[in-house]
């Protein structure tokens, strides 16, 4: 994987939004990504940052609400293979343990 994005979508509305978040990790679905929930976010991975832009763009049309936010980091370095977990991995080392408690 070259590219690693922050996916991040809000249906503003009052209710639960976990709905509208299937929705949307059904769309990631039908591209060629990795990607990983979170409590807050989703983590992509791909080797071509246009299929991250492609995969967001589909998860952010299938939420059916009135206003939706949608905020998208990426890190790409298209001559280098990255993956999240070698950069969880490397964190770990230093601390001399799991980052997770």
Known sequence: MTAIARLEIIPVR?????DQIA??????DEFDITYELTPMDTVIEADDVSEIFQAA?????????ERVITSLEIDDQ???EQHTSDRVTTVEHRLGRSASR
């Open 14 to 18: 009052e209710e639960h939004m976990s």
């Open 23 to 28: 929705a949307a990790l059904d769309a990631l």
């Open 78 to 80: 298209p001559g280098r």
């Open 57 to 65: 763009a589909a998860a952010h049309d299938v939420i059916d609400e």
